[in-house]
């Protein structure tokens, strides 16, 4: 329990570290926070190799979401466009902090793939919408945006909770992946 607590609230620090930097200038502090939260996580984890797996497909699957969001003219970033045609790198950031949950404090919804694409549904749309409330970012058609946010976030969470499963790295030597799970 206390680990799934360390978990949700360094993943809540490092969400408002990149929408508030984003939103003031500052898309540099929250990937320094999420690479503290994903320091601290795989620091953590028994197996942090495999745990690294996870992070870095939710790295891909998040750059390729978001830049084509971008594209689309659906959503717009004023700040962190390191690099042109890719989505912000304290966006990017965030997918890696979300990485960090999916075999901790929201492990619950791996076994559970419907749910987590229900709440993916709902879920990924609200984020946006706060970030964009917070002025990290901006709907350019918000309808438009929205939809389709929900629609890659229900897509997305069974495809990264498959993932978690396959490399789940906070599991303890020949631990069967679906019953035990380090909790201490």
């Not at 790198?89 to 979300?98: E, H, I, Q």
């Not at 999916?102 to 879920?123: D, H, I, K, Q, Y």
């Not at 929205?146 to 790295?169: N, Q, S, T």
Request: glycine letters at 12%; aromatic letters at 12%; charged letters at 10%.
């Amino acid at each position: 329990m206390f680990k799934t607590t360390i978990n949700f609230f360094a993943f809540q620090a490092g969400w408002l570290g990149c929408v508030l930097g984003a939103a003031n200038g500052m898309p540099w502090v929250g990937p320094v926070i999420i690479a503290m939260v994903a320091g601290l996580h795989l620091n953590i984890v028994p197996q942090p190799g495999r745990e690294v797996m996870i992070l870095l497909a939710a790295l891909v699957i998040g750059t390729l979401a978001d830049s084509l969001l971008m594209a689309t003219g659906w959503v717009s970033y004023r700040e962190g466009l390191w690099i042109p045609g890719l989505a912000p790198v304290w966006l990017l950031a965030m997918w890696v902090g979300f990485a960090t949950t999916l075999n901790g404090c929201m492990r619950w919804l791996r076994e559970r793939p419907m749910l987590a694409a229900a709440f993916g549904f709902v879920g990924g749309p609200a984020a946006y919408y706060a970030g964009a409330r917070l002025g990290a970012m901006s709907f350019d058609n918000l309808p438009a945006g929205l939809l389709a946010l929900a629609l890659i976030w229900a897509l997305v969470m069974p495809v990264l909770y498959a993932l978690a499963r396959r490399f789940d790295g906070t599991l303890t030597g020949g631990a069967n992946p679906r019953t035990t799970w380090v909790t201490s």
